[in-house]
């Protein structure tokens, strides 16, 4: 049977693992959300212009879809 000071050294292994994997996922996940800010500030530009274009509201709808599914990426990993 492990002695309190292994107990408490095992868990503090694991609590620095969980530590580093959750910063890690919120980097990951603050790095993908600046990107989608890029994308939102271009497709909103881009919708805006959709009307007086077809081919730059095509291009627009399609961003939208990309941008609505990794809004719903983001939003499930949190």
């Keep these: 049977m492990p002695n309190i000071n292994e107990i408490i050294e095992e868990a503090k292994q694991t609590r620095d ?8 996922g ?7 959300w600046s990107e989608l800010e890029d994308k939102w ?3 909103e530009a881009k919708a805006k212009l959709g009307d007086a274009a077809d081919d730059i509201g095509d291009a627009a709808s399609k961003l939208g879809e990309e941008l609505a599914t990794a809004f719903k990426r983001i939003k499930s990993a949190l």
């Design 17 to 24: 693992e969980i530590r580093l994997k959750i910063h890690l």
């Design 26 to 32: 919120s980097k990951d996940l603050q790095d993908e």
């Design 41 to 43: 500030n271009d497709f």
